[in-house]
């Protein structure tokens, strides 16, 4: 792999790549049909061109629903879709299997959340975004149930980590490591690219009909949009978890609607208790959401009702919700055309596009992020820094708002008609506004992480300590009677003595002086004083002291301090 700087310093060397590209929309006869639509219309083409007018790769957005992009496999160039919340590349061709592909004898079946795809494994070059892997291993698949294959898509392409990826794991149970994603490998197949991906996704308003020229999205490969190179001052947003993540998960601070604030809750064994762990999934058009979200968004909408049958929330198109999320303490607000879309077949017909769900127990994420609040934020999916030595950092994101508050009710209502807001502010947990004024820093991210891993044995340790201290005080405590009662019987009355001339006394063992008296004996109070006698030591606290980069778990509770065990009079050290 490559060495690489931290994405703010090496902003100058990512503008300058050759594989950013930006996409126009071009006016050319339909390709592709939606099953159940009633008219061609509704799928709109987008072409992408180069700088030159020459073009390079198609990308097509359907009705704003899913994001397609070229892919070519054994010379032959398939659309799929781009999806960041998974990590295995399918193809559907017209014949299987594919033409001049290694096909193996694996078969598999790949689930996704909604649809799946099962095929044979195979092994062919690729070439994505002008970047091209010498060996890729993919699903040849023969049979498939997806609803990106109904919006003209001949497969997926996951942008995920290899961790997630079944492909790979199938392929390691035959002893072999062929089977990274498409990303690993296009980044090990060519160090010199910058090891991240960066989004701004088309938004298409209600009434746009036309065919402007208007640059509206990018897709790129280790390239920043220069009209978004603000997003390299932005701070990072830590995966959760933060060492090896499965998928793209970000912690969720809050949800603003209006002027209020819902903190939400996880069901993620590990996470923080007041957040929400939320999968960053640019292959879902809509946001799968726990019911009392949802609730909070449309619940208190006049003329909104939730739609058991369908699923859905029914929302009057004419109501414009102002809403933002709060993730690693900055505000991204949603473009409200895409918080209550019109649907394709009747414009006159809004819903929710926050879906309630319910995620069950054990899944590592509480909600599913899509499209509609991903349109509202240039996205950078980075896989993580280099630093000198050439080792790579934990991944991370950066979102940045490319929408105005005030822009975005005047487009709402100029689709939908009735008068724009103005002036409309977002503000999150601890007066947190669009501009982000603090973030936790990825080193105390860390550390926070490995507090909640060591917990339960910590607490252990205390408890076990708390015992010790209580068994030692009920001891002591009977030692210390016992010797009040031994004392009277020992004790004899001593005469009555006339004053001593002074004596000289050495207090150095087995001397005696010139009258014949023996050493005076020495008193035991004194003994446990430090550096009195070579056995003897200083009693000292155990600090529990934690720093942003160090953690070092205590130490066991009976070490003596030769760390053989406790010798003879030694007391255990505490971790209280």
Not at 61 to 73: E, F, P
Not at 81 to 103: R, Y
Not at 181 to 200: D, R, Y
Request: charged share 15%.
């Amino acid at each position: 792999m490559k060495l690489s700087l931290p994405l703010s310093l090496t902003l100058g060397a990512a503008l300058a790549s050759a594989h950013r590209v930006s996409f126009k929309k071009i006016k050319q006869p339909r390709q592709f049909q939606r099953r159940g639509l009633d008219s061609p219309s509704d799928l709109q083409t987008n072409v992408l061109v180069d700088s030159n007018n020459n073009s390079t790769f198609d990308l097509n957005t359907v009705h704003d629903l899913i994001y397609l992009a070229n892919i070519t496999v054994a010379g032959v160039d398939y659309p799929v879709q781009l999806d960041t919340g998974s990590s295995d590349l399918f193809i559907k061709a017209d014949t299987t299997p594919i033409p001049n592909v290694n096909e193996t004898t694996i078969s598999y079946n790949l689930t996704y959340a909604i649809g799946w795809a099962s095929g044979h494994v195979a092994y062919a070059p690729v070439e994505f975004v002008g970047i091209s892997v010498p060996s890729q291993a993919f699903l040849d698949a023969d049979k498939v149930n997806n609803p990106a294959i109904g919006y003209g898509a001949q497969g997926i392409a996951g942008l995920g980590f290899t961790r997630l990826s079944s492909i790979d794991l199938v392929i390691n149970s035959t002893s072999s490591s062929a089977g990274r994603s498409l990303l690993f490998n296009l980044f090990a197949a060519n160090p010199q690219e910058q090891n991240f991906i960066a989004f701004s996704l088309q938004r298409t308003l209600d009434d746009d009909a036309s065919d402007t020229d208007e640059v509206e999205g990018t897709f790129a490969i280790g390239e920043l949009e220069p009209q978004y190179a603000a997003i390299a001052g932005n701070e990072h947003i830590p995966t959760w978890p933060i060492n090896n993540p499965y998928r793209w998960n970000l912690l969720l601070d809050a949800l603003i609607v209006n002027d209020s604030i819902t903190v939400p809750t996880t069901k993620v064994v590990g996470a923080p208790s007041n957040k929400a762990v939320i999968l960053m999934d640019s292959g879902s058009s809509y946001t799968y959401a726990p019911v009392d979200i949802c609730k909070a968004i449309y619940g208190n909408v006049p003329g909104a009702s939730y739609d058991a049958s369908l699923g859905y929330w029914r929302v009057p198109c004419s109501a414009e919700i102002d809403m933002a999320l709060q993730i690693g303490g900055q505000v991204f607000p949603i473009h409200p055309l895409d918080v209550n879309p019109s649907t394709a077949i009747d414009h006159t017909l809004c819903i929710g596009s926050f879906v309630p769900s319910s995620f069950s127990i054990g899944n590592d994420f509480d909600w599913l992020v899509g499209d509609n609040f991903l349109r509202s934020v240039y996205s950078v999916y980075d896989f993580g820094d280099f630093d000198a030595s050439g080792e790579m950092g934990n991944p991370y994101m950066k979102l940045l708002s490319i929408i105005d508050a005030d822009e975005a009710s005047a487009d709402f209502h100029k689709a939908r008609g009735g008068t724009p807001r103005t002036n409309i502010t977002y503000t999150g947990l601890n007066g947190i506004s669009v501009a982000p004024s603090f973030s936790i820093s990825t080193d105390i991210s860390e550390s926070l992480e490995m507090i909640g891993k060591f917990i339960p044995a910590m607490l252990g340790i205390v408890a076990l300590n708390a015992l010790i201290l209580i068994v030692c005080c009920i001891v002591w405590l009977v030692s210390f009677v016992r010797k009040r009662r031994l004392r009277p019987t020992a004790r004899t009355p001593r005469a009555r003595m006339s004053p001593m001339p002074p004596v000289d006394i050495r207090l150095e063992r087995g001397d005696s002086d010139e009258s014949g008296m023996g050493p005076m004996p020495m008193n035991l109070r004194n003994s446990y004083i430090a550096g009195s006698s070579p056995g003897n030591h200083t009693y000292e606290p155990v600090s529990m002291a934690l720093t942003e980069d160090t953690f070092v778990p205590p130490s066991p509770a009976f070490h003596g301090f030769d760390r053989k065990g406790l010798l003879p009079g030694d007391r255990p050290k505490s971790v209280a």
